[in-house]
């Protein structure tokens, strides 16, 4: 039954992984669509980056984790070196953690 | 199992050559951040998969073969809740937002299929992000295929170590991993985001999945935020009044041409 759940799940996530780069090529797309395509993935990030940093489970994160993402992300727009704004971003959030805020 | 890895090696190799005189040390060290950061989630995956009962096999065959941490830890919490058809069809639902995110890339995997099915395995959001942080097509595709492998490498790594630790390894909240990850994605599109037409879609698609977070099932809302793309439509269609200030006013506004493009990835 495991191996079935992770055979399925597998083979699942690599056929939605391969058809963006296939259907591209055959879905007669009109140019405006293809141009706003790089849009679409960051559409998806910023979705991403804004679910994960707010919720978990279906609910609010606390506020420890929103905290370190902002002031990564403040690193980030003062154009600090990538690796500073992700230490950042998780050192704000355990230094809030060890110190009771949830 | 073997062959997968062998073949992301043998094109890891293949691809060195390209990769190293597009990527430079600021690129290697940035994508090593982000390794590191997936193998230590990896580790954490690994021990809580261990401690839920599943079989150290398993567990690892999991992380090389889904190789997608979200949908690996929803599939951990259903199958040793005793729901392995909710395992997979809520793993996929997770997995969803890959379709959209290669149609995006797809250029960054070219037309040669053993770049494409071996690239697609490699795709994650990190790697999408980190190509489309790039200008030029050359570090586009570098920054592609150096995130895809070393996350592959990291992330598979630390699920072994995680299995050896067992409870040992420790929970990654309390290193405050959960928010690097957002952070470190953010940075990535920041740049696209100083274009006001991307902050505006971004923006609208970021609140709509915020919003839906809590009515649908993990998944959806990210693939909702897709409405997003309706904000193209308001203040007119594709660039005309969103072009930035600095930038020159490509054809169409299109930002994605490839040529020129300088500074502007998106």
């Known amino acids: 039954m495991l191996t079935v759940v992770i055979v399925v799940l597998a083979a699942g996530t690599y056929a939605l992984r391969l058809s963006g780069p296939l259907l591209r090529d055959r879905l007669p797309l009109p140019a405006p669509v293809r141009v706003a395509l790089p849009l679409l993935a960051v559409c998806l990030i910023a979705a991403l980056v804004a679910t994960s940093a707010l919720t978990q489970d279906g609910g609010f994160a606390g506020w420890a984790r929103p905290a370190g993402v902002a002031v990564g992300a403040l690193a980030a727009w003062r154009r600090l070196p990538f690796i500073l704004v992700v230490l950042l971003a998780a050192g704000t959030t355990a230094v809030l953690r060890l110190a009771g805020v949830r | ?266």
């Open chain 2, 1 to 266: 199992m073997f062959d997968l890895t062998n073949a992301v090696s043998v094109f890891i190799v293949v691809n060195m050559g390209s990769i190293r005189r597009a990527a430079d040390r600021r690129m290697i060290r940035d994508v090593a951040a982000f390794g590191l950061a997936a193998g230590f989630v990896g580790l954490s995956y690994g021990a809580l998969a261990i401690a839920g009962g599943l079989p150290a096999w398993a567990v690892v065959l999991m992380s090389v073969a889904v190789f997608a941490g979200g949908s690996q830890f929803l599939a951990v919490a259903l199958v040793t809740a005793g729901s392995p058809v909710a395992a997979i069809l809520a793993g996929l639902l997770l997995n969803a937002r890959h379709l959209p995110m290669g149609m995006a890339v797809a250029d960054v995997l070219g037309t040669r299929w053993p770049a494409r099915l071996v690239g697609s395995h490699l795709m994650v959001d990190e790697s999408v992000a980190f190509a489309l942080g790039q200008a030029e097509p050359e570090r586009r595709r570098a920054a592609y295929w150096l995130t895809g492998g070393m996350i592959f490498v990291t992330w598979n790594a630390g699920t072994v170590a995680g299995v050896l630790a067992g409870r040992a390894a420790g929970d990654p909240a309390s290193f405050g991993l959960d928010a690097a990850f957002p952070a470190g994605l953010l940075a990535l599109i920041l740049p696209t985001l100083r274009q006001a037409r991307a902050r505006r879609v971004a923006g609208l698609g970021a609140a709509v999945a915020v919003l839906a977070t809590p009515v649908l099932p993990a998944g959806l809302p990210v693939l909702l935020s897709l409405t997003g793309l309706f904000a193209l439509g308001r203040g007119g269609t594709l660039g005309t009044p969103a072009a930035p200030p600095g930038g020159d006013p490509a054809p169409e506004g299109t930002p994605a041409a490839p040529p020129g493009g300088a500074g502007r990835p998106c």
